[in-house]
């Protein structure tokens, strides 16, 4: 069964650079969470998207945006990069978003990034 | 390769009874043990999480976790659950890498 892509997998920058990282939903979900999980910590929540509009949002830094596609793929740019974004950022997918629908919730592999 | 696994995809109970979701994992090194809670339309939310020290964890919302370092186990219980206590529930374990479980999801009915 097809489940979650993330890239790229992993993905080294330095400081001050931009990144992209992307997440390809399993077919047919239509909401798409994101999450930083930095050294020795559990993940953290990002942001969320359905159908192409943000849901809820976390603790994403202003430096960082993100957006749900026509495809419902989700980008997320992090720009003027830290050192402390060196981080493990996983996507997860999920159909529906009503809160009388149960959204069972699939994890990507994650994006590792490192910034130097 | 390490992975994760929750015993059971559904579980249904009344009110008031007792809950216990199976967690296994599969990596002989230390490892870091986490519970979340996913409810309807909203994003994860840590239960609780073990790191080291005493085996019993207590986390929020009444909910506890005893980890057997022995059978790589670490479930969750929970003595009384409740109609809101409806959700997907993720093991996760931080060893080698970072890993979720596939899940588990608690209908609780009234």
């Known amino acids: 069964a097809a489940g979650v892509i993330q890239s790229p997998r992993h993905l080294i920058k330095e400081k001050r650079e931009t990144a992209t990282l992307k997440c390809y939903p399993i077919?047919?979900?239509?909401?798409v969470y994101w999450y930083q999980q930095g050294p020795g910590q559990d993940p953290q929540f990002l942001i969320s998207f359905y159908e192409k509009m943000q849901s809820d949002k976390g603790s994403i830094p202003d430096r960082f945006s993100a957006q749900q596609f026509s495809d419902y793929h989700s980008e997320l740019n992090m720009s003027s990069l830290e050192l402390g974004d060196s981080a493990l950022y996983f996507c997860?997918?999920?159909?529906?978003?009503?809160?009388?629908?149960?959204?069972?919730?699939?994890f990507g592999p994650g994006t590792r990034l490192t910034v130097l | 390769a390490q992975s994760v696994s929750q015993h059971n995809h559904h579980v249904i109970l009344s009110e008031a009874a007792s809950l216990e979701l199976g967690c296994n994992y599969s990596y002989g090194g230390t490892v870091n043990l986490f519970w979340y809670v996913q409810y309807p339309g909203q994003h994860l939310q840590l239960l609780l999480k073990?790191?080291?020290?005493?085996?019993l964890v207590k986390g929020i919302k009444g909910f506890e976790a005893e980890f057997i370092k022995s059978k790589f186990s670490f479930n969750l219980r929970k003595p009384s659950v409740q109609w809101s206590d409806t959700a997907e529930y993720f093991c996760?374990?931080?060893?080698?890498?970072?890993?979720f479980g596939p899940g588990t999801r608690l209908s609780v009915l009234p």
């Open positions: 077919p047919r979900h239509d909401t």
């Open positions: 073990y790191f080291s020290g005493d085996p």
């Open positions: 997860a997918s999920s159909l529906g978003l009503a809160a009388s629908s149960y959204n069972e919730q699939f």
């Open positions: 996760a374990v931080n060893g080698q890498n970072f890993v």
